[in-house]
T-cell receptor, first 111, second 115 residues
Framework: SQQGEEDPQALSIQEGENATMNCSYK?????LQWYRQNSGRGLVHLIL?????REKHSGRLRVTLDTSKKSSSLLITASRAADTASYFC???????????FGKGTMLLVSP | EAGVTQSPTHLIKTRGQQATLRCSPI?????VYWYQQALGLGLQFLLW???????NRGNFPPRFSGRQFPNYSSELNVNALELEDSALYLC??????????????FGPGTRLTVL
């Protein structure tokens, strides 16, 4: 299976702390994307990192990609209660045109 | 700009019935994707339509089918419903399908419950 896997499955932190989520995959990719989902609703695209990029920033988000280890991490700095959601990584694999999603990390940020 | 819309929001059916779910992509997007999100299973890719053609389908039985209309809206049909079909069905649309960039914009989903 090409499916990515997020780690941890669930993460509970206090407001102001940083949250780090990891994603691993099995086959070579064109790009990797992170999405956020609130309470079983639609997903919101957060950030896309291409296979030739190593790090990308967007506001309080920082994504890294290590293609040699086939892994990525999403860092949310200075977390807020509103960041509480499920976070999914999705990979676009070489030779395919559809995304493969992991099972997600549930993040709970307590005030 | 309007986002991806899906209807209905909730759908309750009984085993053996058929369900029809609808999706309207963002204006200008030609690709529509369908996903199933069952409890504890993450998002499972169902179908991809582009320019009216089915381009790819996931590992689902043939009773899951759909189509894309000339205005790029799409319909997902699930025949002979089974209890395990109960899930959130998400539709997404995208503009670029070159394989290099594939940012997808998701609708709010249709919650299908099979009794």
């Amino acid at each position: 299976s090409q499916q990515g896997e997020e780690d941890p499955q669930a993460l509970s932190i206090q407001e102001g702390e940083n949250a780090t989520m990891n994603c691993s995959y099995k086959t070579s990719i064109n790009n990797l994307q992170w999405y956020r989902q609130n309470s079983g609703r639609g997903l919101v695209h957060l950030i896309l990192i291409r296979s030739n990029e190593r790090e990308k920033h967007s506001g309080r988000l920082r994504v890294t990609l290590d293609t040699s280890k086939k892994s990525s991490s999403l860092l949310i700095t200075a977390s807020r209660a509103a960041d509480t959601a499920s976070y999914f990584c999705a990979t676009l694999h070489s030779g395919y045109s559809t995304l493969t999603f992991g099972k997600g990390t549930m993040l709970l940020v307590s005030p | 700009e309007a986002g991806v819309t899906q209807s209905p929001t909730h759908l309750i059916k009984t085993r053996g019935q058929q369900a029809t779910l609808r999706c309207s992509p963002i204006s200008g997007h030609t690709s529509v994707y369908w996903y199933q999100q069952a409890l504890g299973l993450g998002l499972q890719f169902l179908l991809w339509y582009d320019e009216g053609e089915e381009r790819n389908r996931g590992n689902f039985p043939p009773r899951f089918s759909g189509r894309q209309f000339p205005n790029y809206s799409s319909e997902l049909n699930v025949n002979a419903l089974e209890l395990e079909d109960s899930a959130l069905y998400l539709c997404a649309s995208s503009l670029v399908t070159s394989g290099l960039y594939n940012e997808q914009f998701f609708g709010p989903g249709t919650r299908l419950t099979v009794l």
